[in-house]
């Protein structure tokens, strides 16, 4: 099992910064791919930003150029740097973990942390 616990969430005016951390533990296993999720209300969650083990990074149309994922491999943790904020980024955002084996993908979860835009 992996537990993740996500930090760095609140309320920010448009054009500010946040920076979310996710730090993983309990799994002997290597994390394949941490990723960020986010989930406006009345929306479906959405991809943000994926990051591999081997550091390659794809991130979503509406954050390119705005939003930075990092990792730091030593101590089982992502970051999200989110700038140029704007009031469609409100929403809860979600730490994700993905460890492939040979038949499957599990995918852990975090407990969200809210992220509030205003205008």
């Known amino acids: 099992q992996v537990q993740l616990v996500e930090s760095g969430g609140g309320l920010v005016q448009a054009g500010g910064s946040l920076r979310l951390s996710c730090a993983a533990s309990?799994?002997?296993?290597?994390?394949?791919?941490m990723a960020w999720y986010r989930q406006a209300p009345g929306k479906q969650r959405e991809l943000v930003a994926t990051?591999?083990?081997?550091?390659?990074?794809n991130y979503a149309d509406s954050v390119k150029g705005r939003f930075t994922i990092s990792r730091d491999n030593a101590k089982n943790t992502v970051y999200l740097q989110m700038n140029s904020l704007k009031p469609e980024d409100t929403a809860v955002y979600y730490c994700n973990a993905k460890r492939w084996t040979a038949v499957a993908e599990n995918n852990y979860w975090g407990q969200g942390t809210q992220v509030t835009v205003s205008s």
């Open positions: 309990g799994s002997r296993f290597s994390i394949n791919v």
């Open positions: 990051i591999t083990s081997g550091a390659t990074i």
